[in-house]
């Protein structure tokens, strides 16, 4: 069987080029994001970053340590306690300490050099410590005087003077000093008094004492933390951030390694059943010299071991080749950290090699068996018509594939539709619903092409007649051709849709919620408004301003689980003005200093129930349920009241004008203070424009990604089929001259013909992507949001035009280069 197999490919290896392709370039895909994978598995082990020269770290207990009856879990706490002025005290008696502040600060147009989230000041006194040593300048002496992170990107120099703004206000200082980026952060050294003045809260005390006696002081204080070796990287800003970013990256990769064996067994199943379907008088011709069916079977099933093994060894060696350029790619985007590198982990290639064998005798299992069950009489045909006619088989499996997916569907809307919005759900839900289509596709193929050549088929000429009839004919070259449009237009339609219907939805939200006039936030990071700008803001006559905080509340579900949940903490007599939240149950005028407002996501939603809590500073308070929010798509978060806030800073102000007041007095104080502050102003429609929640980057390009995997299959696809197909109508084509038809007619109908095909392809993987936005669209409607569906034509009129362009130019190409023999002697041919 293997020698006869070799000798069948070399007779016709263009119908095996395009198998080897696809599946040559999935595997190597796959080894490329294996490697890439194993990459993330281990974040390197990093000492202490920040307080690297610190013997002993007192700062308050970072983490919620709760016993469960399977063991202590853990959860990190939003707003750790601070060090109070007693205990700094007490501390100071043991040794020289030196005390730290940490706090936002804004520097203007200013460019600093560092890392991190954002830019924090501290005190000059604790860069000892600290990996900072001067490399410019001196210390600063004086109020006014700071020192910057300045490296090559930085555009500040020793003796520059810059705005600096601290929740304290805005004030022009003189750069004395600057030290070199460490990496971790951007930073803005002040003198001692300076920062306790503009942050008095004390985030930790360097202790230069016997760890021991530090302890037994410390001991007598609740929920604070001594840190010493390894331990003071829990004083890092973001400790976490290494494995955090390896999480996004291995979601990426792995997402990506997901379509690619998908659409890889999809595009060689399809090319396997076309080659067996234009081989029936060879498989005949088998049958009549005495193969028997499982001759024939064993003959499909040896030529994809061949494939198998020469497309996955090639796929091996570009794995190789890729990954580290994938690795270099990443961090320099910034969707890796800066010290990933592919490392010498050799399984993703053994996997990689295996999944690709799998693939090519997967995608001949249905072709073999259509092989298997081809009779001597086939030989003795002289054309061959589809009859469109599905096997039992068939059809079980179809129907069987998209019942899951709608039963899947069904059951998610009734019991968690916030599970539809979620990318690992509308990444995988079209897969299925393709699969579906990809079956009946014997079956829909017929009746769609009929309907959209209708029109061109009823206009002059013939070539929109035979450019229907031959697509409806040959049913299977038609599948073959339509099946990689469908799963790219599923696949884009779907992602790009769904993503783009929950950015609307989510403003929708915005927009219904947010009934202020104005809104002046710290931005992200961790920031905090001025304490001046909140004070002139509260005294401004005929408005009602809210203050709120960015906080957070953990519970312990099931005894077993401790779940965090971000909240805002604000005044519930003020929130009312200015906002208008979905309120399902109870009231928000309920909300108070003992009790919470939830969403219908908690596992405790029953108005008047109280339910033991964590603050963000970990505190355990137990606190009555006032109302209950709407899910929506995931924005409604949980409520408390500035005192359940766990110490954190106000960082937002909605601001609504009093009826019968001037709009334009109450903007004009505002912005007064924003200026005096150097805080930003903004109205409802700018707050909204600018927030409105976009794709994430890594998201963006994990949807990326898999497009162009699929866009590249597909091209390769419809180059190896439409190559396969037009070679095997030769003699069709050749009989068209000899009717009569120009050469340029010929052509003109086989571009006529690609066209038509890949408009069933987008059409049926249009209805994939329908149903698939339907669903969303019914999450959407459970969760109480009222937003219409996003339709990207955008994208799906590039990957139709692309599609199209490849089909056309791979079918009139080679018919073109056949013609180029004389009819009679192409008419004449036998295979």
């Not at 020793?158 to 200082?173: E, F």
């Not at 202020?516 to 408004?529: M, P, Q, W």
């Not at 978060?637 to 500035?642: A, D, L, R, S």
């Not at 709009?663 to 805080?679: N, Y």
Request: proline share 5%; glycine share 10%; net charge positive.
């Amino acid at each position: 069987m293997l020698s006869l197999a070799l000798r069948g490919m070399r007779t016709r290896w263009v119908t095996f080029v395009g198998s080897f392709l696809a599946l040559a370039l999935g595997v190597g895909i796959v080894a490329t994001t294996g490697m890439a994978l194993a990459a993330t598995f281990d974040a390197p082990r990093h000492g202490p970053e920040r307080f690297a020269a610190a013997p002993v770290v007192v700062r308050g207990e970072d983490r919620l340590r709760v016993r469960t009856p399977i063991g202590f879990r853990t959860r990190e706490l939003t707003s750790p306690r601070s060090v109070s002025p007693e205990l700094a005290g007490a501390l100071a008696a043991l040794g020289r300490t030196v005390e730290d502040r940490t706090f936002p600060v804004s520097v203007g147009a200013a460019r600093l050099d560092g890392d991190g989230g954002g830019t924090v000041g501290h005190p000059w006194p604790v860069a000892a410590a600290t990996p900072y040593r001067l490399a410019a300048g001196r210390a600063p002496a004086a109020a006014g005087e700071v020192v910057v992170t300045a490296g090559d990107g930085s555009d500040v120099r020793t003796g520059d003077r810059i705005t600096v703004a601290t929740a304290a206000g805005a004030a022009v200082r003189t750069v004395v000093g600057t030290v070199r980026p460490a990496g971790f952060e951007t930073a803005v050294f002040f003198t001692a008094a300076e920062a306790a003045r503009i942050s008095p809260r004390i985030d930790a005390v360097v202790v230069h004492a016997d760890p021991a006696a530090v302890r037994a002081l410390v001991a007598r204080e609740a929920r604070m933390a001594v840190l010493t070796g390894d331990d003071r990287r829990r004083a890092d800003p973001d400790p976490d951030r290494d494995a955090e970013a390896l999480v996004s990256v291995n979601a990426l990769l792995g997402t990506a390694a997901g379509i690619t064996v998908f659409v890889s067994v999809f595009v060689v199943a399809s090319t396997f059943s076309f080659a067996v379907a234009q081989r029936r008088r060879e498989f005949g011709l088998l049958r009549t010299a005495g193969a028997t069916p499982g001759q024939v079977r064993r003959t499909v099933y040896a030529e994809a071991a061949v494939i198998g093994v020469a497309a996955s060894a090639a796929g091996c060696r570009l794995g190789v080749l890729g990954a580290p350029r994938l690795a270099s790619w990443m961090v320099g985007e910034g969707v890796a950290p800066r010290w990933f590198a592919i490392g010498d982990q050799n399984w993703p290639l053994h996997a990689a090699f295996w999944t690709g064998l799998a693939v090519a005798l997967a995608g001949a299992v249905a072709a073999s068996r259509r092989a298997g069950k081809v009779g001597p009489a086939e030989a003795l045909r002289e054309s061959a018509v589809d009859s469109g006619a599905m096997p039992p088989v068939r059809v079980l499996l179809g129907t069987a594939v998209l019942l899951t997916g709608a039963v899947l569907l069904g059951t998610a809307l009734v019991q968690d539709p916030g599970s539809l919005l979620k990318r690992k759900t509308y990444v995988t839900q079209p897969m299925l619903l393709i699969v579906g289509f990809a079956l009946f596709a014997p079956a829909l193929v017929r009746p769609v092409t009929r309907l959209l050549a209708w029109l061109p088929a009823q206009l002059p000429g013939a070539t929109g007649v035979l450019a229907r009839e031959n697509a409806s004919t040959a049913l299977r070259r038609t599948a073959a051709v339509a099946a990689p449009v469908i799963v790219t237009v599923a696949l884009a339609a779907s992602l790009m849709g769904t993503t783009a219907t929950l950015e609307e939805a989510r403003a929708t939200e915005a927009r219904t919620q947010v009934t202020s006039d104005f809104v002046v936030t710290a931005g992200g990071g961790g920031g905090a408004l001025p304490q001046r700008f909140v004070e002139r803001a509260r005294r401004i006559p005929g408005a009602v301003v809210s203050v709120s905080r960015s906080t957070s509340v953990t519970v312990l579900e099931e005894g077993t689980a401790l779940v965090g949940s971000e909240a805002r903490a604000v005044d519930p007599s003020d929130m009312a003005a200015v906002s208008a939240l979905p309120v399902v149950a109870g009231s928000l005028a309920g909300l108070d200093d003992e009790s919470l407002v939830v969403n219908e996501e908690w596992m405790t939603t029953t108005v008047g129930e109280r339910v033991g809590v964590w603050l963000a500073d970990g505190r355990k308070a137990t606190l009555r349920v006032a109302a209950v929010l709407s899910t929506g798509t995931g924005d409604n978060g949980v409520y408390v009241t500035p005192r359940n806030a766990g110490g954190a800073p106000v960082d937002r102000i909605d601001v609504k004008v009093r009826d019968g007041q001037s709009r334009s007095a109450v903007a004009a104080r505002l912005e007064a203070a924003g200026r005096a502050t150097a805080t930003d102003v903004v109205t409802r429609a700018g707050w909204l424009a600018r927030n409105e929640r976009r794709t994430g980057e890594n998201t963006r390009i994990g949807l990326l990604m898999i497009l162009l995997i699929a866009l590249v299959y597909t091209g390769i696809a419809l180059a190896n089929t439409q190559v396969m197909a037009t070679s095997d109508r030769v003699r069709d084509l050749a009989v068209l001259r000899l009717a009569g038809a120009t050469k340029a007619q010929v052509l003109r109908l086989v571009g006529a013909e690609a066209l038509v095909v890949v408009a069933v392809g987008a059409v049926l993987g249009g209805a994939v992507a329908a149903l698939n936005l339907f669903g969303v669209r019914a999450a959407l409607a459970r969760l109480d949001v009222d937003s219409a569906v996003v339709v990207p034509w955008e994208t799906i009129g590039s990957v139709v035009a692309v599609s199209a362009l490849l089909a056309v130019v791979f079918a009139v190409l080679p018919a073109s280069l056949a013609l180029r023999v004389r009819p009679v002697e192409l008419a004449g041919a036998r295979e």
